[in-house]
């Protein structure tokens, strides 16, 4: 088999939402999907809380996040890299 074995983690992009927790930011995660029984595409949020060891990441940065191990109660994702820096307003 030549094939690229698929990744078994999960990755997700969204934006930061909060970095005021230590090592944590929260990431809001969008997604758009079609409703089931009526057709329309409508526009699902979660939030999920990922670790950021250096505190590196602000509010409003664009980040993908990687599925890990639990590292708290709530939280058991890593930020793996940033996309896109946020806009100074």
Same mark, same amino acid.
């Given at each position: 088999m030549t094939e690229a074995k698929k990744s078994l983690t999960r990755t997700l992009v969204g934006k930061v939402?909060?970095?005021k927790r230590a090592k944590t930011?929260?990431?809001l995660v969008?997604?758009?999907?079609?409703?089931?029984?009526?057709? +329309?595409?409508?526009?699902l949020s979660s939030k999920y809380h990922a670790h950021d060891e250096?505190?590196?990441y602000k509010m409003g940065d664009l980040i993908e996040?990687?599925?890990s191990?639990?590292?708290? %109660?709530? %939280?058991n994702w890593v930020v793996s +890299?940033?996309?896109?820096k946020a806009e100074l307003v």
């Amino acid at each position: 088999m030549t094939e690229a074995k698929k990744s078994l983690t999960r990755t997700l992009v969204g934006k930061v939402v909060s970095d005021k927790r230590a090592k944590t930011v929260t990431v809001l995660v969008e997604r758009r999907v079609k409703h089931e029984l009526y057709g +329309k595409i409508v526009s699902l949020s979660s939030k999920y809380h990922a670790h950021d060891e250096k505190g590196e990441y602000k509010m409003g940065d664009l980040i993908e996040i990687t599925e890990s191990r639990p590292i708290s %109660k709530t %939280k058991n994702w890593v930020v793996s +890299k940033l996309l896109q820096k946020a806009e100074l307003v």
